[in-house]
């Protein structure tokens, strides 16, 4: 399901109080666990994780990782009691995965708990036990949600779109793979030539918002981008996304 936006899955369970989503594997032997979407869009990209080095049962409510951010610096607690059994390798290179796959890549640790639990014994809830509590908390925060955190923002105002594009060219030519640039432009033209422009080379273009009069784009660098061509009637030649 959705909520303000923010997507929040029907399969886990959650600690809606320490913003923590929770996975049970087949045998609820061991459980994988993140952080919320619209907590991870609401603190900002994500620079840094250090998980604790505590051997051995950790108590509920204790931490066991710290996440520094831009704006936000604080604790990931455990939503059980249990045993942290793996931390997640991918963070020590992309911590920002937190923010651009918080239910899949973004995970944080696997625990085991420390006694067995059954499906409504475990001191979590659902989706639809936390939904409303939820979009009251997104909207106090304002907080939006991207399929992805930008790494940076190309405020193009009162330009053409020509020169909008040169500029967002130049951005992403100093841009690793997987950045993903925020391009904010005021050019009525823009959709449109924001499409053929994703076609030409083959950048992909996650999302597309207006505000007024403002268009707002998230555009991620690929690794191999492939452009895609055009037809004599204007269709994509290949198939790709939008």
């Not at 049970?24 to 900002?44: H, K, M, Q």
């Not at 992403?172 to 005021?186: C, G, K, N, S, Y």
Request: net charge negative; charged share 30%.
């Amino acid at each position: 399901m959705e909520v303000e936006g923010c997507p929040l899955p029907d399969d886990l369970r959650y600690d809606l109080e320490n913003e923590l989503w929770v996975r049970w594997d087949e045998g609820r032997t061991r459980a994988t666990v993140g952080v919320l979407a619209p907590f991870a869009s609401f603190i900002g990209k994500v620079q840094r994780v250090e998980f604790h080095s505590a051997p051995g049962p950790v108590a509920k409510g204790r931490g066991v990782a710290m996440i520094e951010t831009t704006r936000f610096t604080g604790a990931l607690h455990m939503p059980i009691d249990g045993t942290v059994v793996e931390t997640n390798p991918l963070l020590a290179e992309r911590p920002k995965w937190i923010n651009d796959s918080p239910y899949d890549r973004g995970w944080v640790v696997r625990i085991t708990p420390s006694t067995p639990l059954a499906q409504e014994g475990d001191g979590l809830e659902s989706a639809e036990a936390i939904r409303a509590r939820l979009a009251e908390r997104i909207r106090a925060r304002k907080v939006r949600c991207w399929p992805a955190a930008p790494d940076v923002e190309l405020i193009e105002v009162g330009s053409e779109c020509a020169a909008v594009l040169a500029r967002l060219d130049e951005e992403l030519a100093v841009r690793a793979p997987d950045d993903v640039v925020l391009l904010v432009t005021d050019d009525p033209t823009s959709p449109i030539e924001l499409v053929r422009w994703s076609d030409r080379t083959g950048e992909t273009i996650l999302d597309h918002r207006k505000e007024g009069s403002l268009h707002q784009f998230l555009v991620r660098k690929e690794a191999h981008p492939q452009p895609r061509g055009r037809d004599a009637f204007g269709r994509r030649a290949t198939a790709g996304p939008p």
